[in-house]
């Protein structure tokens, strides 16, 4: 992994399609991070450890640092002459960059879930936990189709991710409603 400073270098500005190449470069290593993160939390959640979590803010922390200065990289980029194509993809990009670092700030989320579960000493019922792996593993294929898409080039994998969200929507949906049932009782 390159420094950002040195991938996003403003010399390339001057020729967008070098510098739309860099940022996509980017935008890619974040959704990386961003996949990686979310394993390190789902893992936290069944087995907690402290090295784990202090790697995933780590890798939360250079997310952060990727989005910010890939937006304003990108707004530069913005302000030259740039044919549709490019104008379209610098748009990509930047909704791209914004969906990598919020799925960061949701595995922030969940590890904080994991450390709140660990510190009080709490579990899940093997119900629960069955669910929760269930609803986790299509939210990992998702991601995993999404880094697909982007790493190939691939529309057609890009096509695929909708009917994978809802799905991870339908799931979440049935499983909130028998952790509600199981409260009632």
Do not use: W
């Not at 044919?83 to 922030?108: K, M, Q």
């Amino acid at each position: 992994v390159h420094p950002v400073s040195t991938v996003l270098d403003p010399r390339f500005l001057s020729t967008p399609s070098v510098a739309l190449e860099r940022a996509r470069t980017v935008v890619i290593q974040m959704g990386d991070l961003a996949k990686e993160n979310y394993a390190t939390a789902v893992s936290l959640l069944a087995r907690y450890d402290s090295k784990q979590l202090e790697q995933l803010e780590q890798r939360e922390e250079a997310i952060d640092h990727m989005e910010g200065a890939l937006d304003q990289y990108l707004v530069q980029l913005s302000r030259h002459s740039l044919d549709d194509r490019d104008s379209d993809l610098v748009s990509d990009l930047l909704h791209a960059l914004s969906d990598f670092e919020r799925i960061g700030d949701y595995v922030v989320n969940l590890s904080e879930s994991a450390t709140a579960l660990h510190d009080k000493d709490l579990v899940f019922s093997d119900q629960a936990q069955e669910e929760l792996s269930a609803v986790c593993s299509a939210v990992g294929d998702a991601l995993e189709q999404v880094m697909t898409a982007y790493h190939t080039h691939d529309s057609y994998a890009a096509f695929q991710v909708e009917p994978l969200e809802e799905v991870v929507d339908l799931i979440t949906a049935t499983l909130r409603e028998r952790h509600v049932e199981r409260l009632k009782k």
